[in-house]
């Protein structure tokens, strides 16, 4: 392994990370061990819990305001009604999308996803 790609983080650069993702497609419809030789596999993150969260909006306060906050208090938030809401992964923009019921609970229908390239690029 050369320096360049060897860091004091465990975590792989974007490129490798990329090319991993590239590798998996390729290797996951072919039975040859060769070919899964030549790249490691992704199969060992698939269970890794991912904390997700969407944002309806954002808004700054004074502490002062804060301190007076009780029931009925409104906030104001920076995004205007019918924008689409921010989906995060691990505090990571990944997608925007549309509030959806889902029986008695709200879920988010995504209209954008975050390219693959910008996502991983986002990474370091």
Known sequence: ????NHSNSARPAPEELKELLDNEDMTSGRAGAQDRDRSRSLDFLYDVPL???VEVGRSRILLRDLLRMGEGYVIELDKMAG???DLYV???L???GEAVMVGEK???RLTEVISTTDRIEKLG
Request: no cysteine; hydrophobic share 35%.
């Open 1 to 4: 392994m050369d320096s360049h």
């Open 51 to 53: 904390q997700v969260s």
């Open 83 to 85: 924008e689409p809401l």
């Open 90 to 92: 691990n505090s990571r």
């Open 94 to 96: 990944i997608a925007r």
């Open 106 to 108: 709200f879920g988010i």
